[in-house]
């Protein structure tokens, strides 16, 4: 007799499920003891790994480490472990194993489940697993172009039940990848060799037609409208069918934020000219939500911060969201900020991936060199280009009245900023590897007599971790900016910069580091250069170490004549689960801007 392996694999594990479910409930009726047993495992080999393996997947080794002792309940996770043992050994290349469990001597395959016992004080499970079987034929075909199977599907390797998974997974995929939707595996023939010690596995796939996408269908309610869900999906009706589309238009419809759940299913049948629906079930978030934050530094004071949000305002998934901060609460910067914004986001108002936005500010800033109000207006339109790069271009209003040490001056600017963002982190709020790169450009041109001038700005970021699970991570930040205009008082105050704090450099009070115009005047430079560098260490799941040192320089004219000052200090982290808690305690290394020690607290990593 020569079954079919991965078909009997699953039938047995099927009915083995449906047999515990019954034995448990069954038993549940009855009464027993509450006495601890004791546990012998023995497994006759000599590798660790397999003897580990079995050991996790072993209920009743489970149930000793939990404490549990009800009889009915080891009764129970003995009958389990027969499927849930054989399993671990085919999955280590072993088809000839042999496995007793019994419960005070007697096997626990062979109690009745109507007469539990009322006490088990001893559990013996023994395991041989036999000798280690290899491939002996081992095909899988025909394969889509370009593909090949897998390095561990071939004559002579060891016989792992899941590279033969693996292998009809992989090579399904090939196909679906090449535009066959419908591949499957039609056929297999898969016998064990209990002489030999080896696994034949002929494995025959069906690739299916050249599939095509069809129509999009929306199943359940959601109260986006279904032309505009349409236009996010972007679902590419007529194209050959591809995996990589159909996630697409599922991170299209999830970016939003406007859907909790969003779920696409394939049709089981073909339409005409081998098309190919798909159904689309989502479900709505929820439309209203709101949220806050707060930092302190010893220096900066006490920032609070909130925003309230709607989903889905106008029925067509846009995002309108309200947020407002106030800073320098209780510090020595000069007076309090306050910074009021309102923004609406349409997603695919110019098409699949090409959004649209418009928004609304005012702010006030009382700093020790400038105090400033403004207004401010615009829109402008954003494009996804991939999962990791977006780029945005707007055009703004901005009318301002600003006193420096250069006196009063009132602005009146149409601004065209143009940026992009390159974001390959594998976590934004606690990173650990990858990069990350933002860079604009805001040219802004003087009305009423205003000058007209350029502003640059980048940021880049790079993470490395270490060791196991990444528990050392090397952080590094460099940031520029450049300021131009047509003469030494076009550039808005607004648009110098400064450098000092938790935003560039800790250790030194907030932008404490600018341009000396003399008689105790003072205003931004017009280039800028700051660079950070952090070790990160996780002392335990919950809490890390920091050590930083941070660099700012600031020209009055540009890069070739700048004045500097750093900053060096440790941090503690406590990781939240959604980001971290964060505290950092600076000191001055360089400069004379900055005395004493400085503390941040706030959320997040400092970049």
């Given amino acids: 007799m020569r079954p079919s392996f991965l078909l009997l694999v699953r039938s047995f594990a099927q009915q083995c499920a449906g047999l515990a479910v019954l034995v448990v409930f069954l038993l549940a009726l009855a009464t027993g003891s509450a006495r601890a047993f004791t546990l012998q495992f023995t497994v006759a080999s000599d590798d660790p790994g397999l003897r580990g393996d079995l050991e996790a997947a072993s209920l009743v080794a489970n149930a000793k480490r939990d404490g549990v002792t009800a009889p009915r309940d080891v009764l129970a996770a003995a009958l389990a472990d027969y499927a849930r043992l054989l399993r671990s050994l085919y999955a280590n290349g072993h088809y000839s194993g042999v496995i007793q469990i019994l419960l005070d001597g007697r096997e626990a395959a062979t109690i009745p489940a109507f007469q539990t016992p009322t006490a088990i004080d001893a559990v013996v499970v023994k395991v041989d697993p036999g000798p280690a079987f290899r491939f002996g034929a081992a095909t899988i075909a025909p394969l889509a172009p370009k593909q090949t199977p897998l390095p561990g599907f071939r004559s002579g390797a060891r016989a792992y039940s899941g590279v033969l998974q693996d292998s009809v997974d992989s090579a399904v995929d090939g196909w679906r990848h090449?535009?066959?939707?419908?591949?499957?595996?039609?056929?297999?023939?898969?016998?064990?060799?209990?002489?030999?010690?080896?696994?034949?596995?002929?494995?025959?796939?069906?690739?299916?037609?050249?599939?095509?996408?069809?129509?999009?269908?929306?199943?359940?309610?959601?109260?986006?409208?279904?032309?505009?869900?349409?236009?996010?999906?972007?679902?590419?009706?007529?194209?050959?069918?591809?995996?990589?589309?159909?996630?697409?238009?599922?991170?299209?419809?999830?970016?939003?934020?406007?859907?909790?759940?969003?779920?696409?299913?394939?049709?089981?049948?073909?339409?005409?000219?081998?098309?190919?629906?798909?159904?689309?079930?989502?479900?709505?978030?929820?439309?209203?939500?709101?949220?806050?934050?707060?930092?302190?530094?010893?220096?900066?004071?006490?920032?609070?911060?909130?925003?309230?949000?709607?989903?889905?305002?106008?029925?067509?998934?846009?995002?309108?969201?309200?947020?407002?901060?106030?800073?320098?609460?209780?510090?020595?910067?000069?007076?309090?900020?306050?910074?009021?914004?309102?923004?609406?986001?349409?997603?695919?108002?110019?098409?699949?991936?090409?959004?649209?936005?418009?928004?609304?500010?005012?702010?006030?800033?009382?700093?020790?060199?400038?105090?400033?109000?403004?207004?401010?207006?615009?829109?402008?339109?954003?494009?996804?280009?991939?999962?990791?790069?977006?780029?945005?271009?707007?055009?703004?209003?901005?009318?301002?009245?600003?006193?420096?040490?250069?006196?009063?001056?009132?602005?009146?600017?149409?601004?065209?900023?143009?940026?992009?963002?390159?974001?390959?982190?594998?976590?934004?709020?606690?990173?650990?590897?990858?990069?990350?790169?933002?860079?604009?450009?805001?040219?802004?041109?003087?009305?009423?007599?205003?000058?007209?001038?350029?502003?640059?700005?980048?940021?880049?970021?790079?993470?490395?971790?270490?060791?196991?699970?990444?528990?050392?991570?090397?952080?590094?930040?460099?940031?520029?900016?450049?300021?131009?205009?047509?003469?030494?008082?076009?550039?808005?105050?607004?648009?110098?910069?400064?450098?000092?704090?938790?935003?560039?450099?800790?250790?030194?009070?907030?932008?404490?580091?600018?341009?000396?115009?003399?008689?105790?005047?003072?205003?931004?430079?017009?280039?800028f250069l700051a660079g950070s560098a952090e070790l990160r260490a996780n002392v335990t799941q919950t809490i890390g170490l920091v050590g930083f040192v941070d660099a700012g320089f600031i020209g009055a004219h540009g890069f070739g004549d700048m004045a500097w000052h750093a900053g060096a200090g440790v941090g503690v982290r406590y990781d939240t689960g959604i980001g971290p808690i964060r505290l950092d305690v600076a000191t001055p290394i360089h400069g004379t801007t900055g005395q004493g020690v400085q503390i941040y607290v706030g959320i997040g990593q400092a970049f």
């Fill in 178 to 527: 090449d535009g066959h939707a419908k591949a499957r595996l039609s056929r297999q023939q898969v016998t064990a060799d209990h002489r030999a010690h080896t696994l034949t596995a002929r494995l025959q796939l069906s690739p299916g037609p050249l599939v095509r996408f069809g129509a999009l269908r929306l199943t359940g309610e959601s109260t986006a409208r279904s032309d505009r869900v349409a236009r996010i999906a972007g679902l590419p009706s007529g194209q050959v069918f591809s995996p990589d589309e159909l996630e697409k238009v599922a991170a299209r419809l999830r970016r939003t934020g406007s859907f909790s759940s969003v779920s696409l299913v394939e049709a089981d049948e073909l339409g005409e000219g081998n098309s190919m629906d798909i159904e689309l079930a989502l479900v709505d978030a929820k439309p209203r939500r709101f949220g806050f934050g707060a930092e302190i530094s010893t220096f900066d004071g006490l920032s609070l911060s909130g925003y309230w949000l709607h989903r889905n305002l106008l029925g067509g998934a846009e995002r309108f969201r309200i947020d407002g901060e106030i800073t320098g609460i209780g510090g020595e910067t000069g007076g309090i900020d306050y910074d009021l914004n309102a923004r609406l986001d349409i997603p695919a108002a110019f098409g699949t991936d090409i959004n649209a936005f418009v928004f609304a500010g005012a702010s006030y800033v009382d700093d020790p060199v400038y105090q400033s109000w403004q207004a401010r207006l615009g829109g402008g339109v954003s494009w996804i280009l991939s999962d990791t790069l977006t780029a945005e271009l707007g055009v703004a209003l901005r009318h301002s009245r600003t006193r420096d040490g250069s006196g009063d001056r009132t602005y009146t600017l149409l601004t065209l900023p143009a940026g992009a963002t390159w974001d390959r982190r594998d976590n934004q709020l606690n990173p650990k590897a990858g990069t990350f790169l933002d860079l604009l450009a805001t040219p802004f041109v003087g009305l009423g007599g205003t000058g007209t001038g350029l502003q640059l700005t980048a940021d880049g970021r790079a993470y490395h971790g270490f060791g196991a699970g990444d528990r050392v991570v090397l952080a590094g930040r460099l940031q520029a900016g450049a300021a131009y205009g047509s003469n030494a008082t076009a550039v808005p105050a607004e648009f110098l910069f400064f450098s000092g704090g938790g935003g560039s450099v800790r250790g030194h009070p907030y932008q404490s580091l600018g341009i000396d115009l003399g008689g105790g005047n003072f205003t931004g430079g017009k280039a």
